[in-house]
């Protein structure tokens, strides 16, 4: 009876089993990485959207950070003071665009 038991048991592991779309290994349904290749094929895609999203966030916050000080500098004139409220302004702004692609990207609202 025992035996019968531990037949049913590993059927009913193989068939939660799922192929690796990497490898084609068998890997259990809930597992995170696959113990034949070690790779985390459902995380890789989401890495690779993050980052894509941190760049152009990154990139956008850029882009604003340098209107921005350009028309501080443009206000203002070109002072010792306006000058690193001017940079400032651009690594803020890198530095948000950069956060808010991350958070975007990974799909968080």
């Known amino acids: 009876m025992a035996m019968e038991q531990r037949v049913e048991d590993t059927a ?4 939660q089993d799922r192929p690796c779309p990497r490898c084609g290994g068998l890997v259990a349904d809930g597992a995170v ?5 070690c790779g ?20 956008l916050g850029l882009l604003f950070g340098l209107f921005v000080a350009a028309v501080l500098l443009w ?12 940079f400032g302004c651009i690594v803020a702004c890198f530095t948000t665009g950069l956060l808010l692609g991350l958070v975007r ?5």
């Not at 009913?12 to 068939?15: E, I, K, T």
């Not at 206000?75 to 001017?86: F, H, S």
């Open 12 to 15: 009913q592991d193989a068939a």
């Open 33 to 37: 990485y696959c113990p034949h290749c």
């Open 40 to 59: 985390a094929p459902r995380l890789r895609g989401d890495l690779r959207r993050v980052a894509r999203g941190g760049l152009r966030g990154g990139a």
């Open 75 to 86: 206000v203002w004139g070109d002072v010792r003071g306006t000058r690193g409220m001017a």
């Open 105 to 109: 990207g990974r799909g968080w609202r």
